[in-house]
Protein backbone atom coordinates (compact mmCIF):
# COMPACT_ATOMS: atom_id res chain seq x y z
CA UNK A 1 0.00 0.00 0.00
CA UNK A 2 1.62 3.06 -1.12
CA UNK A 3 0.59 7.04 -0.04
CA UNK A 4 1.12 10.62 -0.39
CA UNK A 5 3.74 11.98 2.32
CA UNK A 6 2.20 12.45 5.43
CA UNK A 7 4.01 13.95 8.97
CA UNK A 8 5.29 11.60 11.18
CA UNK A 9 4.86 13.17 14.91
CA UNK A 10 7.08 11.46 17.73
CA UNK A 11 4.71 11.55 20.41
CA UNK A 12 4.95 11.95 24.09
CA UNK A 13 6.56 8.87 25.90
CA UNK A 14 5.08 5.26 25.03
CA UNK A 15 5.11 2.46 27.41
CA UNK A 16 3.40 0.21 24.80
CA UNK A 17 5.33 -1.93 22.95
CA UNK A 18 3.15 -2.90 20.33
CA UNK A 19 2.56 0.68 19.42
CA UNK A 20 5.11 2.26 16.33
CA UNK A 21 7.68 4.16 17.82
CA UNK A 22 11.49 5.43 18.01
CA UNK A 23 13.54 4.12 20.67
CA UNK A 24 12.64 1.98 23.80
CA UNK A 25 12.94 -2.20 23.52
CA UNK A 26 13.16 -4.64 20.90
CA UNK A 27 10.39 -7.04 20.49
CA UNK A 28 13.18 -9.85 19.66
CA UNK A 29 14.08 -11.59 22.77
CA UNK A 30 14.02 -15.47 22.35
CA UNK A 31 13.87 -15.03 18.29
CA UNK A 32 17.29 -13.78 17.63
CA UNK A 33 20.64 -12.01 19.00
CA UNK A 34 20.78 -7.91 19.92
CA UNK A 35 21.88 -6.99 15.98
CA UNK A 36 26.29 -6.04 15.67
CA UNK A 37 28.35 -4.69 13.20
CA UNK A 38 30.17 -7.17 11.25
CA UNK A 39 33.15 -6.14 14.52
CA UNK A 40 30.56 -6.99 16.99
CA UNK A 41 29.98 -3.93 18.36
CA UNK A 42 26.46 -3.49 19.77
CA UNK A 43 23.97 -1.33 17.00
CA UNK A 44 21.22 1.45 18.28
CA UNK A 45 17.25 0.36 18.40
CA UNK A 46 16.55 3.68 16.02
CA UNK A 47 12.44 1.97 15.38
CA UNK A 48 10.28 -0.78 16.22
CA UNK A 49 7.39 -0.90 13.76
CA UNK A 50 3.93 -3.28 13.51
CA UNK A 51 4.59 -4.48 9.73
CA UNK A 52 1.23 -3.65 9.10
CA UNK A 53 2.10 -0.30 10.40
CA UNK A 54 4.16 -0.19 7.22
CA UNK A 55 1.36 -1.17 5.06
CA UNK A 56 2.91 -4.97 5.14
CA UNK A 57 0.45 -8.06 5.12
CA UNK A 58 1.40 -11.80 6.09
CA UNK A 59 4.77 -12.99 7.08
CA UNK A 60 5.99 -10.80 10.17
CA UNK A 61 4.87 -9.07 12.32
CA UNK A 62 7.37 -6.18 12.87
CA UNK A 63 10.33 -4.54 11.69
CA UNK A 64 12.69 -3.29 13.98
CA UNK A 65 15.83 -1.06 12.30
CA UNK A 66 19.11 -0.46 13.45
CA UNK A 67 21.88 1.53 12.92
CA UNK A 68 25.26 2.10 14.25
CA UNK A 69 25.84 4.94 16.75
CA UNK A 70 28.72 6.21 18.73
CA UNK A 71 28.98 9.18 20.78
CA UNK A 72 32.40 9.56 20.87
CA UNK A 73 33.62 8.87 17.51
CA UNK A 74 32.48 10.11 14.09
CA UNK A 75 30.53 7.78 12.40
CA UNK A 76 28.83 9.15 10.06
CA UNK A 77 30.51 7.54 6.80
CA UNK A 78 29.18 4.10 7.89
CA UNK A 79 25.84 4.75 7.33
CA UNK A 80 25.40 7.19 4.86
CA UNK A 81 24.50 6.05 1.12
CA UNK A 82 24.12 8.81 -1.95
CA UNK A 83 24.34 6.90 -4.94
CA UNK A 84 27.58 5.80 -4.67
CA UNK A 85 28.58 1.91 -4.79
CA UNK A 86 31.29 1.81 -2.23
CA UNK A 87 28.60 3.85 0.39
CA UNK A 88 26.70 0.59 -0.24
CA UNK A 89 29.39 -1.47 0.17
CA UNK A 90 30.47 0.20 3.46
CA UNK A 91 26.89 -0.41 4.86
CA UNK A 92 26.21 -3.80 3.74
CA UNK A 93 29.46 -5.26 4.67
CA UNK A 94 30.45 -3.42 8.28
CA UNK A 95 26.46 -4.56 9.08
CA UNK A 96 26.35 -0.87 10.07
CA UNK A 97 22.51 -0.88 9.78
CA UNK A 98 19.67 -3.79 9.76
CA UNK A 99 16.24 -4.15 9.33
CA UNK A 100 15.02 -7.43 10.87
CA UNK A 101 11.84 -8.87 9.94
CA UNK A 102 10.19 -10.69 12.83
CA UNK A 103 7.36 -12.53 14.97
CA UNK A 104 6.90 -10.97 18.39
CA UNK A 105 9.32 -11.67 20.62
CA UNK A 106 10.48 -10.85 24.48
CA UNK A 107 11.26 -6.99 24.73
CA UNK A 108 14.92 -7.20 25.64
CA UNK A 109 16.93 -3.71 25.43
CA UNK A 110 20.66 -2.79 24.09
CA UNK A 111 23.32 -1.11 26.20
CA UNK A 112 22.21 2.62 25.50
CA UNK A 113 18.41 3.19 24.96
CA UNK A 114 16.61 5.79 22.97
CA UNK A 115 13.52 7.03 25.56
CA UNK A 116 10.72 5.17 23.62
CA UNK A 117 8.41 8.03 21.77
CA UNK A 118 4.97 7.03 19.69
CA UNK A 119 4.70 7.64 16.20
CA UNK A 120 1.46 9.03 14.95
CA UNK A 121 0.65 9.46 11.11
CA UNK A 122 0.23 13.37 10.81
CA UNK A 123 -1.31 15.14 8.20
CA UNK A 124 0.03 15.24 4.39
CA UNK A 125 2.93 17.25 3.78
CA UNK A 126 3.95 19.70 0.72
CA UNK A 127 7.30 18.25 -0.85
CA UNK A 128 9.67 18.67 -0.51
CA UNK A 129 10.02 17.33 3.26
CA UNK A 130 12.57 17.06 5.44
CA UNK A 131 11.09 16.00 8.72
CA UNK A 132 9.74 12.47 9.88
CA UNK A 133 7.11 10.67 7.02
CA UNK A 134 5.71 7.75 5.98
CA UNK A 135 4.36 7.48 2.48
CA UNK A 136 5.76 8.42 -0.98
CA UNK A 137 7.63 10.62 -2.53
CA UNK A 138 10.79 10.40 0.07
CA UNK A 139 11.24 13.92 0.97
CA UNK A 140 15.34 15.23 0.26
CA UNK A 141 16.31 11.85 -0.70
CA UNK A 142 19.77 12.76 -2.90
CA UNK A 143 20.66 11.02 -5.92
CA UNK A 144 16.45 9.33 -6.66
CA UNK A 145 18.21 6.48 -9.07
CA UNK A 146 19.94 4.99 -5.65
CA UNK A 147 21.02 1.10 -6.66
CA UNK A 148 18.82 -0.32 -4.75
CA UNK A 149 18.24 -4.37 -4.14
CA UNK A 150 15.19 -5.21 -6.70
CA UNK A 151 11.92 -4.99 -5.15
CA UNK A 152 12.82 -2.14 -1.91
CA UNK A 153 10.50 0.63 -2.33
CA UNK A 154 10.41 3.84 -0.14
CA UNK A 155 8.65 2.98 2.75
CA UNK A 156 9.36 5.71 5.77
CA UNK A 157 11.93 8.57 6.20
CA UNK A 158 13.34 9.66 10.13
CA UNK A 159 14.81 13.07 10.75
CA UNK A 160 17.49 13.30 13.84
CA UNK A 161 16.17 16.35 14.70
CA UNK A 162 12.73 14.52 15.63
CA UNK A 163 14.34 12.54 18.06
CA UNK A 164 14.51 12.88 22.09
CA UNK A 165 17.04 15.44 23.73
CA UNK A 166 20.38 13.59 23.46
CA UNK A 167 19.66 11.61 20.90
CA UNK A 168 19.28 13.99 18.00
CA UNK A 169 22.07 13.55 16.99
CA UNK A 170 21.38 9.53 16.10
CA UNK A 171 22.28 9.51 12.28
CA UNK A 172 25.51 11.57 12.69
CA UNK A 173 23.77 15.26 12.53
CA UNK A 174 21.36 16.69 14.41
CA UNK A 175 20.01 17.39 10.58
CA UNK A 176 20.22 14.44 8.82
CA UNK A 177 17.53 11.84 7.79
CA UNK A 178 17.67 7.82 7.78
CA UNK A 179 15.36 6.38 4.95
CA UNK A 180 13.69 2.96 5.33
CA UNK A 181 13.42 1.00 1.72
CA UNK A 182 11.65 -2.93 2.75
CA UNK A 183 10.43 -5.73 0.23
CA UNK A 184 7.38 -6.99 2.36
CA UNK A 185 7.09 -10.28 0.11
CA UNK A 186 10.87 -11.29 0.66
CA UNK A 187 11.05 -9.53 4.29
CA UNK A 188 14.03 -7.91 3.30
CA UNK A 189 14.44 -4.09 4.08
CA UNK A 190 17.54 -1.89 3.84
CA UNK A 191 18.69 1.28 6.30
CA UNK A 192 20.52 4.28 5.54
CA UNK A 193 21.34 8.02 6.14
CA UNK A 194 21.57 11.20 4.36
CA UNK A 195 22.62 15.10 5.28
CA UNK A 196 21.10 17.83 3.32
Known sequence: MRFDMKRLLADAECHDALEPRIGGGALIGGLINWPTTSSGE???LVASLPAKFLGV???AEYVSVFSFYSRDDYFLDRITYHGDPEEMEI????????VVFHEKGGEVFGRDVIPARRLIVGDDVAQPYQGSGIGVPPGFLQNENLALDKG???SLQLY???????WTDIFGLSDALGYLFIDGKRSEGLF???VT
Open 42 to 44: ELQ
Open 152 to 154: LEF
Open 57 to 59: EGG
Open 160 to 166: SGDFPAN
Open 192 to 194: FAQ
Open 91 to 98: IKRGGATQ
